[in-house]
């Protein structure tokens, strides 16, 4: 059975940071490209970041330059640090493996 478990969300102030971390089983991790989604209420889906098998990364254009995406294959877990947090990067962050698999997100509030 997939299961992804989100956790580090929580409140932060405007320039601060966190780290996200998604423990991942039921799938081979180490050959799955695994991402990071948000979704803000009332907006869509979006993606933030992609890792392939290979550790290369792609970032959503609102994030880059601030957030890094990250895995650990021995650990079957994928990391997002987030720096210089926005009220606009405010969102359930979601986890997915293979464009196909979901966890259950984890809530980034970012202010004041």
């Known amino acids: 059975q997939v299961q992804l478990v989100e956790s580090g969300g929580g409140l932060v102030q405007p320039g601060g940071s966190l780290r996200l971390s998604c423990a991942a089983s039921?799938?081979?991790?180490?050959?799955?490209?695994m991402s990071w989604y948000r979704q803000a209420p009332g907006k869509e889906r979006e993606l933030v970041a992609t890792i392939t098998t290979g550790s290369r990364t792609n970032y959503g254009e609102s994030v880059k330059g601030r957030f890094t995406l990250s895995r650990d294959n021995a650990k079957n877990t994928v990391y997002l640090q987030m720096n210089s947090l926005k009220p606009e990067d405010t969102a359930v962050y979601y986890c997915?493996?293979?464009?196909?698999?979901w966890g259950k997100g984890t809530l980034v509030t970012v202010s004041s």
């Open positions: 039921g799938f081979t991790f180490s050959i799955s490209t």
């Open positions: 997915n493996s293979r464009g196909i698999y």
